[in-house]
């Protein structure tokens, strides 16, 4: 048995001293789905990638996920020891685990030898967080039309943007198109994952029926983007634009398509008056 084998099973076994033993000395009681949880989140944080866990109210999501980063970390490998990114649904419980979860588990784990330092955390976050992106594409002219730039200006940036990305595909998580060759013709292909996705992709009007001419459309488009594992934060203000640049045989040009954007943030008030919205009719599509 490697070492990382012994590593795991200490983890492992960590997590079940803590539920069965240590917890419920100061009054908590065992659940074993909470217990089968940190199970679970352990071995991703071990072995990387994503595991999408549904918990209902009343299993103890809040301990589940604060013991498992505690035994992720608590390996005699260096290498194995990494921060733990936490993203609440609220600020009350983003208290709470500060406050109360954090320390009380830290003095549980120091009283009994687990660990020999207090667990550490800290608080990142600014006035906003900017959450994401929803565009819905329609493509008006030819050619390849995935290299506009994605720009975020942030407190105060004037001419050049604090990030500044490489291009429409880069940003949805395509990187090189969105395409594979399928008999002989290029296919964009569609796909989901947690955070970034292209999900729709149509050359028919699905949701029109004319008895005069048939549901062909120029090609439509929709990806989203969450930046929930690399947040953008700001102080002061925050501005995000999209450039509209194809590429053709005579190289990069500016697009003119139909762009259609949903942005999501939270943001701290009070704040000033945002810009009104485009009428419907003038937000109606080509």
Known sequence: MNTNDTNRQKAHAMI????KDLLPAQGMAERSEQIKLSHRMLDTMLNGGIALCDAGTGIGKTYAYLVAAAAANRSDTEALRKPVII???SIALQNAVQTEYLPLLSCILLADGQIDRPLFSVIRKG???????YIALTTLERYWWGEGEMKFYIDGDDEYPTICGTGTED???GAWSFA????GQTVENQYCTPYLGYPYYSTHDTFLHNDYHNDD???????YRWHLLDPILFEKDLKVTLQQIGVSHGGL????????????WY???PHVPFAPLMSRKERWPR
Request: proline content about 2%; charged content about 15%.
């Open 16 to 19: 079940d001293h803590i539920f």
């Open 180 to 183: 594979t060759q399928q008999n």
């Open 87 to 89: 993203s609440t649904s």
């Open 127 to 133: 006035k906003g967080h900017y959450v994401g992106t």
């Open 253 to 264: 040009f500016e697009r003119q398509d139909d762009v259609a954007t949903t942005a999501y």
């Open 217 to 223: 459309q120029m090609p439509q488009r929709s990806f």
């Open 267 to 269: 943001q701290t008030h």
């Open 171 to 173: 940003y949805f998580g």
